[in-house]
């Protein structure tokens, strides 16, 4: 007997949520099939990618997804760029180092030990990466046009040393650092951008 085809009651929306949770535990590779089936109900694999066309495509929209969730993340609102960057910090230590979820990130952390054949996913992961400092150098580089840092900022030398504490929370909220360590670390780390942009901010 031939193996069955999507249940009537499938849910894409939520089976690609049930995979972003096994990507985020397990990582690009270490999220095989089988444990993406199972967490999606026990979908047969015809059903899996009749949905979503490929294990790297589905990955693709669970990250999107997780970036699209983190939005809030980004403290867009705040009034200047040292405001919005400590929000960014000390959002992230909470969350990579909660107790309700994954911790760490998956875009940092998902292509850890990859196989020489999954270039094309650690490459989309690299790019999702320079857009995250894009996103901080562009913030950044608001400050300095509003007049909140100074025009002489290294504006490039700053954004790669937040996204890269940003990326050191991650792997230290995977490390089992504690919530409290991680906001101290997040303290420090906005100690060292006044030092940094030299007087702070105007």
């Known amino acids: ?22 990507f985020q535990n397990f ?10 089936k199972e967490a999606m109900g026990g979908l047969c694999a015809p059903s899996v990618y009749a949905a979503f066309g490929s294990k790297e495509a589905m ?6 997804r997780y970036r699209r969730e983190k939005q809030p993340l980004w403290g867009e609102g705040q009034p200047t760029a040292r405001e ?20 760490g990130c998956l875009v940092h952390l998902s ?10 996913v650690q490459e989309y992961l690299r790019s999702c990466r320079q857009e995250d400092k894009e996103r901080i150098l562009q913030r950044i ?5 509003e007049g909140d840092l100074d025009p002489q900022t290294d504006i490039c030398a700053l954004a790669s040393f937040v996204l890269t ?17 991680m906001l101290s670390t997040v303290d420090c ?5 006044d030092a940094l942009v030299g007087k702070g901010e105007r």
Do not use: H
């Open 59 to 64: 990955f693709r929209e669970a990250v999107e």
């Open 84 to 103: 919005a960057i400590a929000t960014l910090l000390r959002n992230a230590a909470m969350l990579f180092s909660s107790p309700d979820g994954p911790r």
């Open 1 to 22: 007997m031939g193996k069955r085809g999507p249940r009537p009651c499938f849910d894409r929306d939520e089976a690609l949520q049930r995979a972003l949770e096994v």
């Open 189 to 193: 780390a906005m100690a060292a951008w």
């Open 27 to 36: 990582g690009y590779e270490g999220a095989t099939m089988a444990r993406l």
């Open 141 to 145: 580089q608001r400050g300095v046009i």
């Open 165 to 181: 504490v940003l990326q050191g929370l991650s792997l230290q909220a995977v490390d089992g650092a504690s919530q409290r360590c």
């Open 111 to 120: 292509n850890a030990y990859s196989s020489p054949g999954s270039e094309a």
